[in-house]
């Protein structure tokens, strides 16, 4: 059986074995032993795979899946955030992206994936300076950042989707 260390959704650091857990019964109750598991998993590096800075490698988790459509820094009035300020960008993208959790009930606690989008990739610093304000390092979702050549305006330097499992029991 394959052990990895884990990262649950409070910070907590534990060994567990990675197991398939059972499916519900026909009563539609969980196994008893999967109702302590927290509701969100990461494991940084799973064995043979080096840890990577600043993401988990794997995320899983049960419940509802909330899927965030791209943030761009852009204001309630629909207007842009910081021309040509990639850290003022990066920032209003994760407020954003805040909101937009919040309307489903969900926290950055909840994320399981983040995936960047960028014009050039020299703006991951500041687009990393937002993440880690916005999410403790022991919390940090699985990550793509792709650099392309446009978004749908030339002013926007960034957009972040994002996905997130928040427990049945959350509203």
């Known amino acids: 059986m394959l052990a990895a260390a884990m990262t649950d959704t409070h910070g907590s650091h534990r060994d567990h074995a990675l197991v398939r857990w059972p499916r519900s019964g026909q009563d539609g109750r969980e196994p008893e032993d ?26 899983w988790g049960t419940g509802r899946i909330v899927a965030i459509a791209g943030q761009v820094a852009m204001d309630e009035q629909g207007q842009l955030v910081g021309p040509g300020d990639p850290a003022a960008q990066a920032r209003q993208v994760f407020e954003n992206l ?9 926290t950055f606690a909840d994320v399981i994936k983040l995936n960047y989008y960028v014009v050039d990739i020299g703006h991951l610093p500041a687009v990393r300076a937002a993440r880690d304000a916005a999410i403790p390092a022991d919390q940090l979702p699985a990550s793509t950042a792709v650099q392309v050549v446009a978004l749908f305006d030339p002013g926007y330097l960034m957009e972040v989707e994002a996905w997130a499992v928040v427990p049945e029991d959350r509203a």
């Open 98 to 106: 805040r909101r937009c959790l919040a309307a489903a009930g969900a």
């Open 34 to 59: 999967r109702r302590d598991m927290p509701h969100v998993v990461r494991v940084r590096a799973p064995e043979g795979v080096a840890q990577a800075p600043g993401y988990s490698h794997t995320v």
